[in-house]
């Protein structure tokens, strides 16, 4: 029976979606919940699953189309999959028996001997040969990029549990796709389903351009025309103004090399400078409530809930997901939150709900490098806060120079609720909570 596959609704305010990536091609067989497509919509990327087993038999809306929400994107026919198994099975019985094997030499595999076939001529630079039958075997898969391994959570978590470098599995799906089915061969038979030696990496996004001609014309992703539809509404909507505060991290950074590892080995998370800058901004916020606010019209709405945004870098963009009700939460508490958040972007399964309801947003350009920048306000909200860079400098203490690890922290702010004064006493207080750091990383 067919079956339809639809674009999802990713959340009540979502209207229409992008598929960005289909991981199966016509004709391949597909179970259900394995992952079928790659959507982006204006609040999150997803993987969607397919909504059962079956041949995917039609493709209706092809990569980089955006459609509205329920519109039928593909076909699964399940009644085909099984048709195709029940002929490769009548083949088989009908099939007359093979011949007996002539000798080997010891140690090589007895293959099966396909049945006799006309001898085609080799094409020529205008002919091309026939299309496969749905039922052939693919030819195999381009391995990926070196160091990376395209895998379903399933096979990740497996992975894990049996500690498989997945990058050494050879991946039959689609661009190399790692399946269960290729996982479970490779726990069975390693020598045999390892995975070929990766070529040379592949430039990243926004790496070095290769030219055909004088010009080359790439079309917007999804997420970047969207990220740039926020970016230029942000500008026109708020008045944009940013400060930027020195910040001297020598404490916390001492702190993170001794409790580092013994953090790490008691929780089960690398500790990072995040929650820091969460915690720090959060208590600050108590403080100084107008910068957890937001403007309609001729009014400013205040937010008792403190929802704090983490900027995470992707391949194709900047996602931002939400740490909800980070006000409530110790250090600890803050740290699971944003590793939890962070590699769920990372492998897109994120939900609508975790990237809504933000009232102020941390980025982080400083770990690409980066000394400060002025980053955009994500709206509604009226301030962003932007980390640079830690670095040992040569600073002035008691009229005697000191090397000490420096940040600079930059708040950008709307300058039509936010004063130049109110946003530089924020700053302060976040200043003095970094630099006198006192809460215990229970």
């Known amino acids: 029976m067919p079956t339809k596959v639809i674009m999802p609704q990713m959340g009540e305010s ?11 091609k016509v004709g391949t067989r597909v179970e259900r919940d ?8 204006d609040k999150v990327d997803a993987e969607i699953p397919a909504p059962a087993s079956g041949v995917l038999t039609e493709i209706v809306v092809k990569e980089n189309e955006t459609v509205p929400v329920n519109t039928v994107v593909g076909w699964i026919d399940s009644e085909a999959a099984e048709a195709a198994a029940g002929e490769a099975a009548a083949a088989k ?34 002919m091309q040969a026939p299309a496969p ?61 390892v995975a070929a030696v990766p070529g040379p990496p ?13 010009t ?11 990220i740039a539809e926020h970016m230029v509404a942000s500008k026109r909507t708020s008045a944009h103004v940013s400060t930027v505060f020195e910040v001297e ?12 590892e013994e953090f790490e080995r008691r929780h089960g998370l690398k500790l990072t400078y995040t929650p820091f800058f969460v915690r ?70 994120l939900s609508v709900d975790d990237v809504q309801g933000g009232t102020f947003t941390i980025t982080n350009p400083g770990v690409f490098g980066g000394l400060f920048g002025t980053p955009i306000i994500n709206q509604p909200q009226v301030a962003i806060l932007g980390v640079g860079a830690i670095e040992k400098r040569p600073v002035v203490r008691q009229d005697a120079m000191a090397i000490c690890s420096m940040v600079y922290l930059v708040l950008t702010f709307d300058h039509r609720i936010i004063d130049g004064a109110l946003a530089d006493q924020f700053m302060g207080r976040v200043k003095a909570l970094l630099e006198n750091w006192e809460e215990p990383m229970v």
């Open 34 to 41: 394995e992952p079928l497509f790659e959507i982006s919509t």
């Open 249 to 260: 991290m020598t404490r916390i950074v001492e702190l993170m090399a001794r409790q580092g």
């Open 202 to 214: 592949q430039a990243p996004a926004g790496g070095r351009m290769v030219f055909t001609g004088p």
């Open 216 to 226: 080359e014309v790439v079309p917007m992703t999804p997420m970047r025309r969207q």
């Open 93 to 126: 019985v009908q099939a007359p028996p093979a011949a007996p094997p002539a000798a080997r030499p010891a140690g090589r595999p007895v293959l099966p001997v396909p049945p006799a076939a006309p001898v085609a001529a080799a094409p020529g630079p205008a």
């Open 280 to 349: 720090a901004v959060v208590e600050a916020m108590r403080e100084f409530p107008i910068v957890n606010s937001s403007v309609e019209s001729t009014n400013i709405i205040y937010r008792r809930d403190m929802n704090i945004g983490v900027a995470v870098a992707l391949e194709t963009g900047l996602i931002v997901p939400v740490i909800k009700h980070a006000d409530e939460k110790n250090f600890l508490g803050i740290a699971r939150a944003v590793k939890d958040l962070a590699e769920r972007a990372r492998t897109k399964h």
């Open 14 to 24: 979502v209207a229409e979606g992008t598929v960005t990536k289909w991981l199966k």
């Open 133 to 193: 039958p749905l039922a052939a075997i693919p030819a195999p898969p381009a391995p990926p990029p070196a160091g990376k391994a395209r895998s379903s959570p399933l096979v990740r978590r497996i992975a894990r549990e049996h500690n498989v470098d997945l990058t050494q599995v050879r991946g039959t799906g689609l661009e190399g796709r790692i399946s269960k089915k290729d996982i479970l061969a490779y726990l069975a038979h390693p020598a045999a389903a």
